[in-house]
């Protein structure tokens, strides 16, 4: 039994449903100011929805850049009990695996980082720069009182961070074969279409939005919003909800209300893209209206001092060639990227985050915390 592998079983043992840390913030700083870090709980949010965040730096004794280590201690409910093979908060192996609620996403990343650090920081006590964590319970949830208020802090103090990896679980086949050095922009949209109500036998007497908005809809869904670019694919504009009428077969409905939602690249921006939502719109006559909500806005990071040292720690370790990627959703990435010049994420196979007896191999957790190391010494340690 590794130390990473016995504070990764700890970890899970705390059933953290978001946004409930059940003290593994407490565990982790308590660690971590053993080996010099100086920690720092900033609670966010309501009394009753309370979020634990926590921010830990140690300085290194020469100049250098910080090189911070993000992650969530938070994870996403079970589902039903009976569908687990084991119980989601007992650590269970099988088969080569460990099983529990955020083995994947993203208890064995917070892990080996701890493990890693520690590590780096007794083989080099006088190192560069600093190391540093910050870590949130609100990944999972709502995203309003974890990392995003955490970096406004930081900004607000000056702080000024370098290099930042994200603990997600990024790899898809093994471990390794994945890096993320950036994420799409979210923008959502609620568009209302008014019409006039009436009765289906008299349409001359109404307004049906449905008929009205179908071409508008059928025009906003065969753009092409822009062609990507060398890093991210092109944006996509997807529609996710759409409801109109009653319930009633003989009623011609008032208003019609689609929910959609852009992923959009840096080749795109908010506003470019909902002044291009409402031209099409004006240009077929509606009546219409919509609520945005910016979920995020995309991140780069170009190939520099954090993924060399990456994606070196990576080959070493496992021989594997990293890809650089931004596709999936977003992350706290998103966040961090406001205050910090180079962000990626990395971490295990992604194939059983949020499903029913979500695991790890084992094998690749020790090899994990060797690559988060190994990037410690590329960044910090000459």
Request: net charge negative.
């Amino acid at each position: 039994m590794t130390t990473v592998l016995r504070l990764l079983e700890t970890l899970i043992a705390r059933p953290s449903v978001t946004p409930d840390d059940r003290g593994c913030q407490e565990l982790i700083a308590e660690r971590l100011a053993r080996a010099g870090f100086a920690c720092e709980h900033l609670p966010f949010g309501p009394e009753d929805f309370r979020v634990a965040n926590l921010w830990a730096v140690r300085a290194g004794a020469k100049p250098g850049p910080t090189v911070v280590f993000a992650g969530h201690t938070d994870v996403v409910p079970t589902g039903p009990l009976g569908a687990w093979a084991s119980d989601p908060f007992v650590p269970s192996y099988r088969e080569g695996k460990l099983f529990g609620r955020g083995a994947a996403d993203m208890k064995t990343s917070v892990a080996a980082m701890v493990v890693a650090a520690e590590e780096f920081v007794h083989a080099n006590p006088s190192h560069a720069g600093r190391v540093a964590f910050l870590l949130t319970s609100d990944e999972e949830g709502p995203s309003v009182d974890g990392t995003v208020k955490v970096v406004q802090a930081l900004k607000e103090r000056g702080e000024h961070l370098d290099c930042c990896i994200v603990g997600e679980p990024t790899s898809v086949e093994q471990l390794g074969d994945m890096i993320k050095n950036g994420r799409r922009g979210s923008l959502s949209g609620k568009l209302t279409v008014r019409g006039i109500q009436g009765h289906v036998a008299y349409p001359q007497l109404a307004r049906n939005p449905i008929h009205l908005a179908a071409p508008a809809l059928a025009e906003l869904a065969a753009q092409a919003w822009d062609q990507g670019n060398e890093y991210f694919p092109p944006t996509t504009w997807q529609m996710s909800n759409i409801h109109g009428g009653t319930g009633a077969t003989n009623v011609i409905p008032g208003e019609l209300v689609v929910d959609f939602n852009f992923r959009f690249s840096t080749a795109s921006t908010p506003e470019g893209l909902k002044a291009r939502v409402g031209e099409i719109l004006e240009r077929h006559g509606l009546d219409w209206s919509i609520a945005w909500t910016l979920g995020g806005e995309p991140f780069l990071t170009p190939v520099g001092s954090l993924v060399a040292a990456l994606s070196s720690a990576i080959t070493a370790e496992t021989g594997v060639k990293a890809e650089l990627s931004t596709t999936g959703g977003t992350s706290d990435g998103r966040f961090i990227a406001k205050v910090c010049e180079q962000v990626v994420e990395f971490g295990p196979v992604n194939a059983t985050i949020h499903k029913v007896d979500e695991c790890v191999s084992v094998d690749a957790v020790e090899p994990l915390k060797n690559i988060y190391r190994r990037t410690l010494e590329g960044l910090l340690a000459a």
